[in-house]
């Protein structure tokens, strides 16, 4: 059974920095595009970004490009999240999800596991 466990979510302030982190098991991962997703209060769950299974090809939505950056490392099987000019619209509970190869990446129904999530606050 896949499992995927969020971590380094917190409370920053509008400009800050900050990274989230994915770790997998149960599963092989090295061969998993993963990806993350956001959902705040009273949203539809949406993109954000995107990584393919040897890290080659990355995704973004428009709302985080040129601010984050999603890398991987598949010898500890955990997916990251690097946010930057954090912003109060980026506030939601962000999630990562794993898909098998060869799928939409910015589709969420496209995406087999999820995390439970991890909260990001960005006050102004």
């Known amino acids: 059974q896949v499992q995927l466990v969020e971590s380094g979510g917190g409370l920053v302030q509008a400009g800050d920095s900050l990274r989230v982190s994915c770790a997998g098991s149960?599963?092989?991962?090295?061969?998993?595009?993963m990806g993350w997703f956001r959902q705040a209060p009273g949203k539809e769950r949406e993109f954000v970004a995107a990584?393919?299974?040897?890290?080659?090809?990355?995704d973004y939505a428009d709302s985080v490009k040129g601010r984050s950056t999603i890398s991987r490392d598949n010898a500890k099987n955990t997916v990251y999240l690097q946010m930057n000019s954090l912003k109060p619209e980026d506030t939601a509970l962000y999630y990562c999800?794993?898909?098998?190869?060869?799928?939409?990446?910015?589709?969420?129904?496209?995406?087999?596991?999820w995390g439970q999530g991890t909260q990001v606050n960005v006050s102004s």
């Open positions: 999800a794993v898909q098998y190869p060869g799928r939409w990446y910015d589709r969420r129904t496209e995406y087999d596991y």
């Open positions: 149960g599963g092989t991962f090295s061969r998993l595009n």
């Open positions: 990584i393919d299974w040897s890290g080659g090809t990355t």
